[in-house]
């Protein structure tokens, strides 16, 4: 609740935070490290937990998603976090939402061969759109 959300990559800043996320080159869920960029990294939510059945690779979204999603829709809904409405709620918002940030982050093809469509309105897409453009002389990404 009282976070400081730190946009950095330098390793000395990063090893000071609580908390860190899609940078370091790590997975470390004990020291609360949660990239997926490093070569050896391939975890999934079937191999985390082996409960689910969903094996696209994770990204840093979706490690927190498998290590905090739960307890977070427990909170939200006033429900045990191991109940029937929390686990059918974690498993189509991972289904429905954070397995497409998973699979476009790790550039996982939707589907084989040529796609019959552009999908130009995925939560990446939009994402983008709010980054500078690649002439804007003015690269400051906290400008909004």
Request: charged content about 25%; glycine content about 8%.
């Given at each position: 609740?009282?976070?400081?959300?730190?946009?950095?990559?330098?390793?000395?800043?990063?090893?000071?935070?609580?908390?860190?996320?899609?940078?370091?080159?790590?997975?470390?869920?004990?020291?609360?490290?949660?990239?997926?960029?490093?070569?050896?990294?391939?975890?999934?939510?079937?191999?985390?937990?082996p409960d689910?059945?969903?094996?696209?690779?994770?990204?840093?979204?979706g490690?927190?998603?498998?290590?905090?999603?739960?307890?977070?829709?427990?909170g939200?809904?006033?429900?045990?976090?191991?109940?029937?409405?929390v686990?059918?709620?974690?498993?189509?918002?991972?289904?429905?939402?954070?397995?497409e940030?998973?699979?476009?982050?790790?550039?996982?093809?939707?589907?084989?061969?040529?796609p019959?469509?552009?999908?130009?309105?995925?939560?990446?897409?939009?994402?983008?759109?709010?980054?500078?453009?690649?002439?804007?002389?003015?690269?400051?990404?906290?400008?909004?």
């Amino acid at each position: 609740q009282d976070a400081e959300v730190v946009r950095t990559r330098d390793p000395q800043r990063l090893a000071q935070c609580d908390v860190v996320v899609d940078v370091g080159g790590e997975y470390d869920p004990e020291r609360h490290r949660y990239d997926h960029h490093q070569r050896s990294f391939t975890q999934s939510m079937r191999s985390l937990r082996p409960d689910k059945p969903w094996t696209t690779k994770l990204s840093s979204a979706g490690l927190v998603y498998c290590h905090f999603g739960s307890q977070i829709l427990a909170g939200l809904l006033g429900q045990p976090e191991d109940g029937p409405v929390v686990t059918a709620l974690y498993d189509k918002l991972y289904e429905n939402f954070v397995e497409e940030i998973d699979a476009i982050d790790n550039g996982i093809a939707q589907a084989e061969g040529e796609p019959r469509y552009t999908l130009t309105t995925t939560l990446s897409a939009r994402v983008g759109h709010l980054n500078p453009r690649w002439n804007d002389p003015d690269q400051d990404t906290e400008v909004g």
